[in-house]
């Protein structure tokens, strides 16, 4: 079956540091696959998404490109703020059918 | 609304209770999703409608778990004889006809936090 393994956090940082958070799948076919985030006492929002092999999908300085070979979506942001400490989901729809499989989610906290 | 909307934002109920839970996809979208996110499990596919018609139950935990879709908008998810066990918070999701543009991407509501006592 589709599978979604995310780091386990929590992952601290300070302000402007770089940031990475490793997600690989196991899906056939060629997966959609998400970022999701959960900013405290708040729902769920996407993040960015990509479709494709090698696409690359990026929204509020966070970037993850589509890695066939690899099997991964890694999402990186060059450099964090405060407001980005929140919950990542990484999340793939496969290419048939249309249920979202999650990876457990890791946990950010950015500290000044 | 904009969003998805859910309702009760949070309920609480005893064993044995039965509950409804309710959600207001975005306006258009035909696709409605139930997910719920629980601490030992994280984040669960439960049933997916495509209208009126739930083609995947796949996800629902037990026959005390339906849901049904009236007029290809509002949904209802409904936990019979509730354990505490099904303490969690369910989320559902909407979406575009999945395979048309833009139906890959779920949109999610608040979330109905359910503890059962």
């Known amino acids: 079956g589709n599978s979604v393994t995310q780091m386990e956090g929590p992952v601290t940082l300070s302000e402007e540091a770089f940031l990475t958070i490793n997600c690989t799948y196991t899906a056939t076919g060629y997966p959609s696959l998400f970022w999701y985030v959960q900013y405290p006492g708040e729902g769920l929002q996407l993040l960015l998404k990509a479709t494709k092999a090698d696409d690359k999908g990026s929204n509020k300085g966070f970037e993850a490109t589509y890695r066939k070979e690899t099997t991964s979506f890694h999402l990186e942001k060059g450099s964090v703020q405060v407001s980005d400490s929140a919950v990542y989901f990484c999340a793939l729809r496969p290419a048939a059918g249309n249920k979202l499989t999650f990876g457990g989610g890791t946990r950010v906290l950015v500290k000044p | ?117």
């Open chain 2, 1 to 117: 609304g904009a969003g998805v909307s859910q309702s009760p934002s949070n309920k609480v109920t005893e064993k044995g209770k039965d509950v409804e839970l309710r959600c207001d996809p975005i306006s258009g979208h035909t696709a409605l999703y139930w997910y719920r996110q629980s601490l030992g499990q994280g984040l669960e596919f439960l049933i997916y409608f495509q209208g009126n018609s739930a083609p995947d139950k796949s996800g629902l935990p037990s026959d005390r778990f339906s849901a049904e879709r009236t007029g290809g908008s509002v949904s209802t998810l409904t936990i019979q004889r509730t354990q505490q066990e099904d303490s969690a918070v369910y989320l559902c999701a909407s979406s575009l006809t999945p395979g048309a543009g833009g139906g890959d991407t779920q949109y999610f509501g608040p979330g109905t936090r359910l503890t059962v006592l």
